[in-house]
């Protein structure tokens, strides 16, 4: 399969992956549309390192939060 490099974060997409910015802030991709889904820019709470996670992910199951890990 073809792929294309992934601006956004390690590894490759797909070539045939329909990818869109949606919002940019200081300069920094920090929402995303992939193949009519949509991802948002989180800090993980205990690493806190930066990853795409979907938007309709909810607070308690999102490691972004203190939540996630103290349960």
Same mark, same amino acid.
């Given at each position: 399969?073809? @792929?294309?490099?992934?601006?956004?974060?390690?590894?490759?997409?797909? %070539? +045939? @992956?329909?990818? =869109?910015?949606?919002? #940019? =802030? +200081?300069?920094? #991709?920090?929402?995303? !549309? #992939?193949?009519?889904? #949509?991802?948002?820019? %989180?800090? &993980? %709470?205990?690493?806190?390192?930066?990853?795409? !996670?979907?938007?309709?992910?909810?607070?308690?199951?999102?490691?972004?939060? !203190?939540?996630?890990? &103290? &349960?």
């Amino acid at each position: 399969m073809l @792929t294309k490099e992934n601006r956004f974060g390690e590894g490759f997409l797909p %070539a +045939d @992956t329909k990818e =869109k910015v949606l919002e #940019v =802030k +200081d300069g920094i #991709v920090t929402k995303k !549309e #992939v193949d009519g889904k #949509v991802y948002y820019r %989180a800090r &993980c %709470a205990m690493s806190g390192k930066r990853f795409w !996670e979907d938007e309709g992910t909810p607070f308690y199951s999102s490691i972004s939060s !203190e939540h996630y890990w &103290c &349960c």
